[in-house]
């Protein structure tokens, strides 16, 4: 009996507690292919968020929402088209400047999304472009602007923070 216990101990450590952090996982990953994104277009490197953008459009493709708490699954049915809309021009574009437009709604959305559901267990970032009057997400408090890149990497503040 106790060894039968220690099994079935062993086979919900070994498979149920992964599948729970999956759970978890599921719009963590759409949100850390959305950072790759606003990383490459800070870099002003038009290909990297090209290819960042294509990797981010399978994360939202791949969300397992059969998965996922009621609340975050209807926040993510409310915004997951607009974001693969945005994801996919954004991989199909090589102008940086097309890129960056896609880059505000799809922010609008991500932003959206962070409000309603639970997608880190980090604190994410709002921030906010005064130039452009556009808000992207960041993983840091340091302003590193994706609209203008290296011409005006710090322009920007912190408008809003989303606690896990």
Sequence with gaps: MKKLSFVLFFISV?????LLAQQKASLSSVLTAYYHV????????AKAAASSAGELLKAIQSVDMAAMAPKDHKAFMAVEEKLAFDARHISESSDINHQ????????ANMAALAKQAHVSDQTVYEDYCPMKKAYWLSEGAEIKNPYFGKSM??????????KP
Aim: with cysteine; aromatic share 10%.
């Design 14 to 18: 070994a498979f149920v507690q992964p």
């Design 38 to 45: 606003k990383d490459a277009l800070v870099g002003d490197d």
């Design 100 to 107: 960056r437009e896609h880059f505000t709604s799809l922010s």
């Design 153 to 162: 990497l710090s322009c920007g503040k912190v408008a809003a923070t989303f």
